[in-house]
């Protein structure tokens, strides 16, 4: 049972939520008035870190086939 709370898969769901959650946050900041840019450039570089890490996941877990 343990080994599940570890799995690939079970991270690739974790790292969706987190980026979904950042999209939320970073759409709430675009907003503001005014716009804290600091926060909204660190916000986009890790959801663009968890997107690559979730690209990577996928990968892994369905290996494209060989041509």
């Known amino acids: ?3 599940n709370l570890h799995s690939p898969q079970r991270r690739l769901i974790e790292l ?6 950042l999209d939320s946050l ?8 005014p716009i804290d840019e600091l926060m909204l450039r660190r916000l986009k570089k ?4 968890l997107r690559d890490m979730i690209a990577r996941l996928e990968r892994m877990l369905d290996p494209p086939e060989p041509a």
């Open 16 to 21: 969706r939520i987190e980026h979904a959650d």
């Open 46 to 49: 890790r959801r663009l870190a």
């Open 1 to 3: 049972m343990n080994d």
């Open 26 to 33: 970073i759409d709430g900041i675009v907003h503001r008035v």
